[in-house]
């Protein structure tokens, strides 16, 4: 109701260490409640890497687009959510930073309980991160079953360590409707620094 246009087109946004088909529950349900959902592969290897892939989605709907985004996939958005085919952005317990911010700082401020867990980031000689799979197991998909959770942690997609410091150069959420839902047992991002984003947003 917050709309002015009627909105058929969803884009998802996964974060880091995962690709989009962490979203297939999702997209299901809102397909069989009539929306065009896609969804975007963001690489991981750069923020501007990571929002042009969005962006070439979001250039491929026919119409209004709600982006949504998870975790890190909440900077994506942030920056992406300036396209004009987006009219709302949808924060899943995700970061939104503001213009000239990066996540790593503002996470460094209101630590979440991985950013308190010593050696749980592995990072690689040519600077790119996962997370242990016990800690990936333990922090990041406690609730699902584990067969899915292992696959999960063993298909983990390496992210740059630099996409968690880029400072933002846009913030989409300045000048668009924006909803924020808050994980409230949230372990890679302080559930309390949601509330902070999604506070400062409007949301």
Do not use: C
């Amino acid at each position: 109701a917050a709309l002015a246009q009627s909105v058929d087109n969803i884009v998802l946004v996964h974060g880091a260490w995962v690709d989009a088909s962490g979203w297939k529950a999702v997209f299901e349900k809102l397909e069989r409640d009539g929306f065009h959902v896609s969804l975007a592969q963001p690489p991981e290897t750069a923020l501007a890497d990571d929002v042009a892939a969005t962006k070439r989605v979001l250039d491929a709907q026919d119409g209004p687009t709600l982006l949504v985004g998870h975790s890190y996939g909440g900077s994506i958005i942030t920056e992406a959510g300036v396209h004009p085919n987006v009219v709302g952005l949808v924060y899943v317990a995700a970061h939104a930073p503001d213009v000239g911010e990066d996540e790593g700082e503002l996470g460094a401020k209101m630590p979440s309980v991985l950013g308190k867990a010593k050696g749980a980031i592995e990072v690689t000689p040519d600077g790119f991160t996962r997370l242990k799979e016990e800690d990936f197991l333990t922090l990041f998909a406690p609730d699902l079953p584990r067969e899915q959770a292992t696959f999960a942690a063993r298909s983990q997609v390496f992210a740059a360590a630099s996409v968690f410091h880029t400072p933002l150069t846009a913030a989409a959420w300045r000048t668009k409707p924006t909803w924020g839902i808050v994980a409230g047992a949230d372990q890679i991002i302080n559930p309390d620094l949601e509330r902070w984003y999604y506070e400062r947003a409007k949301a």
